[in-house]
């Protein structure tokens, strides 16, 4: 059977054995010579905005169509050694990730049946229906649709201190690299030890991120 939405043959689909660990999973393949990219999976446990959908097969003229074929740049399917698959979709600023808990997304157009706990939890998914629908309609997400998350910074500035500290690097080397030297210089033998505790903080941040409360950051 051939694959329309990736221009192969579905015997040559990715596969994946344990497509998460830890519940993440992070796919690369080529987009051309010297460009990888890179694809992030998380599983449906810890993402509360994945929803997982059945795929039920309808002619393209039905209203509610979906057909990754017509987005042949933009939607990644990955299939799991139990063969459920997980579908992106990226317009190269933002992506959505859908569950296909039952059916197939390979064999043309189809119906997306999702069923939603009202209460629990339901926010995240809302959004996720939103996006999806925006880009069925203009094949791409509207930003106003991603709101910033504001944690974002503090997640880099962590990971980067820790990254620093498995370097070798000294407290003072971490805060130069983040803050740069002119402040460090300034301040860092100053009355306050302001700085050097906000490393200190940021280090134990990126531990436990590393540790596993990567886990929590989209709850």
Partial sequence: ?????????????????????????VHA?????GN????????P??????????????????????D???????SHLITDGKGQEYLILDDGQHQVELHVRSGTLTDGAARLRCELDLFTGIEPKLLTVSRLNAFRRLKRFPSSLFPV?????????????????????????????LFGEA???????GRSAFLKSR????????????NGDYKTLLQ
């Fill in 45 to 66: 446990e810890y993402d509360p905005a994945v929803i997982s959908v059945h795929a039920e097969p309808v002619p393209l003229c039905d209203p509610e169509a979906f």
């Fill in 68 to 74: 990754i074929a017509a987005f042949p740049n933009m």
């Fill in 29 to 33: 393949e080529g987009r051309g010579e």
């Fill in 199 to 210: 490393v200190q903080r940021l280090l134990h941040y990126g531990r436990k991120m590393v």
């Fill in 36 to 43: 990888p990219g890179v694809r992030l999976l998380w599983s």
């Fill in 183 to 189: 402040l460090v210089r300034d301040e860092w033998n």
């Fill in 149 to 177: 998350e504001r944690r974002a910074q503090k997640w880099a500035l962590a990971l980067q201190a820790f990254d620093g500290m498995e370097a070798g690097a000294s407290l003072r080397e971490i805060a130069c690299a």
């Fill in 1 to 25: 059977m051939y694959d329309r939405a990736f221009g192969q043959h579905d015997s040559a689909r990715r596969r994946l054995v344990a497509p998460f660990l830890g519940g993440v999973w």
